[in-house]
Nanobody
Framework: QVQLVESGGGLVQPGGSLRLSCVASGTIFSRCDMAWYRQAPGKQRELVAGITAGGRTNYADSVKGRFLISRDNAKTTVYLKMNSLKPDDTDVYYC???????????WGQGTQVTVSS
């Protein structure tokens, strides 16, 4: 059973930083593409950043230059380092795993990020 456990969300002031973590279990992590999404109430979930099994990354235009996605296969963990945070970054952030073995997708439970003074 694939499980994703996110952590690292919280309240931060504008201009501050946070690092989100997502620990995966139940699959061969090194063969999986990983991504972070975010969703505000009443809005569609949107892609923030992704990283392939091979390490290629992509970012939403709104976070380019501010956010950094990375992975540690030994720890089966994907990270999202968020810098220069803005109030518009306030959302629930979700980790997504795309299995390279089955093609199935899995989601974490979400972690709240609030940017406010």
């Amino acid at each position: 059973q694939v499980q994703l456990v996110e952590s690292g969300g919280g309240l931060v002031q504008p201009g501050g930083s946070l690092r989100l973590s997502c620990v995966a279990s139940g699959t061969i992590f090194s063969r999986c593409d990983m991504a972070w999404y975010r969703q505000a109430p009443g809005k569609q979930r949107e892609l923030v950043a992704g990283i392939t099994a091979g390490g290629r990354t992509n970012y939403a235009d709104s976070v380019k230059g501010r956010f950094l996605i990375s992975r540690d296969n030994a720890k089966t963990t994907v990270y999202l380092k968020m810098n220069s945070l803005k109030p518009d970054d306030t959302d629930v952030y979700y980790c997504k795993l795309l299995s390279g073995l089955t093609g199935n997708s899995y989601w974490g439970q979400g972690t709240q990020v609030t940017v406010s003074s």
